[in-house]
T-cell receptor
C-alpha cells in the first residue's frame, strides 16, 4: 500500500519557538494532504486541508497564522507551529490522498509527538 | 455535530470472543471508514464501505452500514490480544476528501 512518512517522529521545544513537521508521500503523488491533531485519549481533529500549489483550507477555530501549512510539491507538505506554547503539545498526524482515488481513501503518517516546555 | 459517535467508549473481552463497535452519525456521507490505532501510533486503515453498500468483509472484520439509521458497526470475530487498540470510524462526504472521525472505542482483548 501507499506509504506516508512524517519527520520528526517526536520533538521537544521551548515555549516561543517554532517547529516544522514534514509529511511525505513516498511512493505516490499526493494531490491533497490533511493535517490532524490528537490530544491524549481523544479522537483526531482535522486542522486543515492542503492542496498542492494552493493555499490550505483551515477548519473553523484553527488559527492560520499559528499553524502554517505549505504544500509545495506533490510529495511534501509541511506544518509549522509558530511561537509554540505548552497548550500546542499534541500528536500531529498527516494523511495524503492522490491519483484517481474516488472514495476518499487516505493514507496516514505515523504521527509526530510535539511537547512544548 | 458532524462527528461520528461511537459506542461503547471502552470494551474489554477475552481472547476468542467477538467484539462489536458501533458508529452513528447525523450528516449524509458517501463512505464510512474504520481505522485502528495502537497506543501512540499512527492510524491503520481497516475497511471502507460506500454509502450504497450494506456489508463488507475483510478477514476477521465485518462492517455493516445502514444509511437509513445512519449507523455502522464493526465486528471483529475470534479476537486476539493483538487486536487491543483504539478503533475509529471516519465519515467521508463531499468531494474534498475530508474525513471526520468519531470519538473512538478502546478495545482490550485479554489473553
Amino acid at each position: 500500500g501507499a506509504v506516508v512518512s512524517q519527520h520528526p517522529s517526536w520533538v521537544i521545544c521551548k515555549s516561543g519557538t517554532s517547529v516544522k513537521i514534514e509529511c511525505r508521500s513516498l511512493d505516490f503523488q499526493a494531490t491533497t494532504m490533511f493535517w490532524y491533531r490528537q490530544f491524549p485519549k481523544q479522537s483526531l481533529m482535522l486542522m486543515a486541508t492542503s492542496n498542492e500549489g494552493s493555499k490550505a483550507t483551515y477548519e473553523q477555530g484553527v488559527e492560520k497564522d499559528k499553524f502554517l501549512i505549505n504544500h509545495a510539491s506533490l510529495t511534501l507538505s509541511t506544518l509549522t507551529v509558530t511561537s509554540a506554547h505548552p497548550e500546542d503539545s499534541s500528536f500531529y498526524i498527516c494523511s495524503a490522498r492522490g491519483g484517481t482515488v474516488i472514495f476518499n481513501e487516505q493514507f496516514f503518517g505515523p504521527g509526530t509527538r510535539l511537547t512544548v516546555l | 455535530s458532524q462527528q461520528g459517535e461511537e459506542d461503547p467508549q471502552a470494551l474489554s473481552i477475552q481472547e476468542g470472543e467477538n467484539a462489536t463497535m458501533n458508529c452513528s452519525y447525523k450528516t449524509s456521507i458517501n463512505n464510512l471508514q474504520w481505522y485502528r490505532q495502537n497506543s501512540g501510533r499512527g492510524l491503520v486503515h481497516l475497511i471502507l464501505i460506500r454509502s450504497n453498500e450494506r456489508e463488507k468483509h475483510s478477514g476477521r472484520l465485518r462492517v455493516t452500514l445502514d444509511t437509513s439509521k445512519k449507523s455502522s458497526s464493526l465486528l471483529i470475530t475470534a479476537s486476539r490480544a493483538a487486536d487491543t487498540a483504539s478503533y475509529f470510524c471516519a465519515l467521508g462526504s463531499g468531494n474534498t476528501g475530508k474525513l471526520i472521525f468519531g470519538q473512538g472505542t478502546t478495545l482490550q482483548v485479554k489473553p
